[in-house]
């Protein structure tokens, strides 16, 4: 039997601290291992002598898992509640980290792939409730606050990824397949042994449920999530940011080191990392700014900032294109958690719904690496970020015109 829910109201404020406590640990997992994707990309392209565009594939895998798996895990949330969805993920986050212990031993390219979409799936169904759970945890004036304060700590796990990939998958320079891939077994390891212990202590505490009715605005209108105009557009908008965010970390490197003349992988790595820490400057950055600005404003400016700063790294010019590939990350800091907060307003009963659809929206980061590897390799990596640009601007769109549509009925 699903959990009963009750208003947020009724819930003591330091039981809704506890659970939000819980909910913000949850976006650091998902953060790490992200952080350590963009750099895995790179690091098999040296040990494995994959292309840049057949790289990507890692970063596919990964996104394909949530065009697959968020719908179902959203309707598994509805049914189950917040606390049972939230172990599953963890459970399947735990599997597919352990499957990276069997396919670094194969030493081929195929097993990280399909290991890497079972830890995706995983993350689907973490992601799926924890950004709905955090949206819920307290007033809904205040969810796109909450919701980038969440995301910072999923910035800090983005900052610290590449730091430990870039310290051992590139220790030596691009080494051994074998050495190289047992850093990867141990770092996996780890990780799944970390999600084990994390999740029995999910399964002590005390996360309630909360009706998302207590998020519903007072006579709202009638009819189902897709009648409204700003929540399909919100779930298109993420799509497409998700698609630029996740082709420009893929190709963060092989920029880098294009751009700037006798940088290494390894120090590519490490900038990498860098440009994460502003991506979580800007998270708690933007968290601050909410209580001034309202998120419509501060997404629009952001993503405009972003135009210009992709359009510059595009034009290849030696470490300016760097320092403004760094840059991009610092305005993409709000895109994420403000998108899904406006697509996600006023939907009442079908909040869960729409977090699951608007969490599948993560899918479209199989659609930018792919083309823009392709860019790379005819064009130089510099130039594949034309595309990006063309992303940004349909988010500032979408910040300035598309998320008000309802309110304009």
Known sequence: MPPVPVHAAEVPRRTLRVALSFAISLFFIWGLAYGLLDVLNKHFQDTLHVGTAESTWLQ????????????????????????????????????????????????TFLPFVLSMFVLAAGLACLETAADSYVAVL??????SRRLNLAQSFNGL?????????????????????GGAHDNVRMIYAGIGVAIVVFALFVARAHLPEISEDSHAVEGGRSGGILARRHFVLGVVTQAIYIGAQVGI??????VAVTTWDGLTARGAAYLLSFALMTYMVGRFASTALLARVGPRQL?????????????????????VSLIAMIGVFFFMSTMFPTIFALGVRDLGRGAKRGASAMVMAIGGGVALPYPMGLLAERYGAPAA?????????????????????????
């Not at 189950?80 to 212990?101: E, N, R, S």
């Not at 970390?249 to 092989?254: E, M, P, Q």
């Not at 997404?299 to 010019?317: D, K, P, Y």
């Open 60 to 107: 596919i895998a990964y996104f394909g898992a949530y065009l697959v798996v968020s719908l179902p895990a959203g309707l598994w949330l509805a049914r189950a509640g917040y606390k049972i969805g939230i172990l599953t993920g963890l459970a399947v986050t735990a599997i597919g980290a352990f499957l990276f212990i069997p396919a670094a031993a194969s030493g």
């Open 138 to 143: 307290g007033p809904p004036e205040d969810a």
């Open 157 to 177: 796990g983005t900052f610290i990824g590449p730091l430990i990939g870039g310290t051992l998958f590139f220790a030596d320079g691009p080494a051994a397949a």
């Open 249 to 254: 970390g893929a190709l963060f490197i092989n």
């Open 299 to 319: 997404l629009t400016v952001f993503a405009v900032a972003n135009v210009v700063l992709s359009l510059v790294v595009a034009a290849g010019v030696d470490r």
């Open 385 to 409: 970020f034309v595309l990006p640009a063309v992303s940004f601007a349909i988010v500032a769109l979408y910040g300035w015109r598309f998320s008000k549509l309802e309110d304009e009925r």
